[in-house]
């Protein structure tokens, strides 16, 4: 049977009819479907874990357990998780151990570009690249058919465009893998420096006999067409390449590293010409031309964003098309939901004239204009530990009109670690909490704080309060976002204290409950005296239409903020206002 599906889902069936027992990952676009599908078959155990790091120590000691094991995550992720990484080439595997990275070229929902493939290089684990769902499914398969043959962790990259967009699917039978039994193995698995000195010898050898191997495996295929023109690439530049050039000569790549040497030389002895073609970095170029073969790539394209067929066209065919040029249309800045309880966070801050270290989460467009609140957005968990550095820098008066401003999921996968760092060094700053009762960002997926785990069964929920005051903060306060008053008082309090503290601002995401009654608001003009304050807020349902405040009703989230803000009283409860 055939299906079309995203490469996410064609990833979840791979997994599927490999036989995978278990399947870990931290949301992040655009891997998160990856998980959320694998989550609705009932033969696989899946979780979100606290952060990447974890979930990868998790599918490590589950494939050492004996299960074959799926972990997910993106590209920035990889960072996170990179510890266990290096060292679990060393221990190598037992049951087959697949981790899937999802680059994002053109950083739709990121905040770098990096390629996963150095990671690859130098961890020294095998990588395969699909350039469609077909193979997104075909290669998971065969990445634990080669996890398990060379006793390795091997990657899977995809990229946002194979991630999220959708082909054919041939749908095949699940093939059911018992437990490998376990055999306690020190020298193998406890990597203390003398066991992992010769444990490094045997990666070097074992990615030799790779590369080696590579030159006969079948996704590393050629296409032999007219020879003037030879491409070398993987995947979804693969697509682009036979749309661009159908008579060239192809060399596609499933395997990323390591490279089949051989079959590349062949190849590009044969051709007259020989480009390569890759997003991002030039990592297949820079390797072959290191063997002295004569290669253009990079110097012809660029090392930023994403590929087209377009593009080849004119950067490589000289091509002048004549494409429709787009309509101008009015910028769009990504802006919060109408609703979100953020919003009144940002309000109060301005109102105080805090600066703010931020996060990786919802909260992050609040940088952008009316609200322009926060100075700086890294990683995930910066906003604590980089305020910490302010504090040290500059000294404890500096800081009293700077928060760093974190969300709940945010909080735990890595910035627990910065506030016990502030605890420890004697810190004097205020950290805000921002708790939604999801992680939003990524769309709603649950997290120790939300009481329910990946399958939707119930599960002990984080108390933020008691575990901040557990690691030492003395001034934990809880308020709620939308209590503008209260919110701007403890604000205030807090950073102009001498002491650590952190506020929960706790008010659960406008989204997740859709069939709440709500009520829209309206602005009486004759009451309005066009003071503006209700714009300041960037609700995406009060706009100025023709001199006058008007409220949308098709957006209005009925959250009141705008109401508690007006000092005239001209907004008004649209039922209220027609009696």
């Not at 299906?3 to 069936?13: D, F, H, K, S």
């Not at 000691?61 to 920035?76: C, E």
């Not at 377009?310 to 101008?328: A, F, S, V």
Request: contains cysteine; hydrophobic residues 40%.
């Amino acid at each position: 049977m055939k299906q079309i599906m995203l490469g996410n889902e064609a990833v979840a069936r791979g997994a599927y009819e490999a036989g995978v027992r278990v399947a870990v990952a931290y949301p992040g676009t655009p891997s998160t479907e990856i998980t959320e599908f694998i989550a609705m078959y009932d033969e696989i155990y899946a979780q979100w874990s606290a952060n990447e790091k974890v979930a990868l120590e998790v599918g490590l000691g589950a494939a050492i357990a004996g299960s074959r094991t799926l972990v997910s995550m993106k590209h920035v992720g990889v960072n996170v998780a990179a510890d266990p990484l290096f060292t679990s080439a060393y221990t190598g595997i037992n049951a087959g151990l697949v981790i899937m990275v999802a680059d994002d070229p053109g950083m739709h929902s990121s905040q770098n570009e990096q390629d996963s493939r150095y990671y690859a290089k130098s961890a020294h684990v095998p990588m395969l690249e699909p350039s469609d769902s077909q193979e997104a499914k075909a290669f998971v398969k065969l990445a634990f058919e080669i996890s398990e043959t060379y006793d390795t962790p091997v990657f899977v990259r995809l990229t946002t465009r194979i991630s999220h967009s959708q082909s054919v699917v041939e749908l095949q039978e699940r093939q059911e893998r018992l437990l490998k039994p376990y055999t306690k193995d020190v020298k193998k698995y406890v990597m203390m420096p003398g066991m992992a000195r010769l444990r490094h010898l045997v990666v070097q050898e074992r990615m030799e006999t790779i590369a080696s191997d590579a030159n006969a495996f079948d996704i590393n295929r050629v296409v032999m067409e007219d020879t003037s023109t030879g491409i070398i690439t993987s995947g979804l530049a693969y697509q682009y390449v036979k749309e661009t050039y159908p008579k060239a000569s192809v060399l596609k790549l499933g395997m990323v590293h390591p490279l089949p040497r051989r079959r590349i030389e062949s190849f590009a002895s044969s051709v007259d010409r020989l480009y390569v073609i890759e997003e991002l970095e030039p990592i297949i170029e820079d390797t072959i031309k290191s063997w002295g073969i004569q290669v253009m790539g990079k110097e012809l394209l660029t090392l930023q964003g994403e590929y087209s067929a377009n593009l080849l066209r004119e950067q490589l065919l000289g091509e002048t098309l004549q494409r429709d040029i787009p309509k101008q249309l009015p910028g769009r800045p990504p802006v919060m939901c109408p609703g979100c309880p953020h919003r009144g966070i940002y309000h109060a801050m301005n109102s105080l004239g805090l600066h703010a270290t931020g996060d990786i989460g919802c909260y992050t467009l609040g940088a952008l204009a009316p609200l322009n609140g926060i100075d700086t957005c890294v990683d995930m968990g910066a906003s604590v530990s980089m305020l910490l550095g302010i504090e040290k820098a500059r000294g404890k008066d500096f800081i009293k009109n700077w928060i760093a401003i974190i969300g709940d999921s945010t909080f735990v996968h890595s910035g627990i670690t910065g506030l016990v760092d502030m605890v420890y060094n004697n810190s004097s700053a205020t950290v805000l909490i921002l708790d939604n009762s999801t992680t939003g960002m990524t769309g709603h997926q649950d997290n120790p704080t939300t009481g329910k785990t990946l399958k939707g069964n119930k599960a002990p929920v984080l108390n933020l309060v008691e575990l901040c005051k557990a690691i030492g903060v003395k001034n934990v306060c809880v308020v709620d976002p939308f209590e503008q008053e209260d919110v701007e008082k403890v604000l205030y309090e807090q950073t102009q204290a001498d002491c650590l503290s952190v506020i929960i601002a706790s008010r659960p995401c406008e989204l997740l409950d859709k069939k709440r009654p709500r009520v829209a608001y309206i602005v009486d003009p004759m009451s309005c005296i066009q003071c503006e304050l209700c714009l300041e807020m960037g609700c995406p349902a009060i706009s100025k239409v023709n001199g006058d405040i008007v409220i949308n009703d098709n957006l209005c989230a009925d959250c009141g903020l705008c109401l508690e803000l007006c000092r005239v009283n001209a907004i008004k409860k649209k039922e209220d206002f027609l009696l």
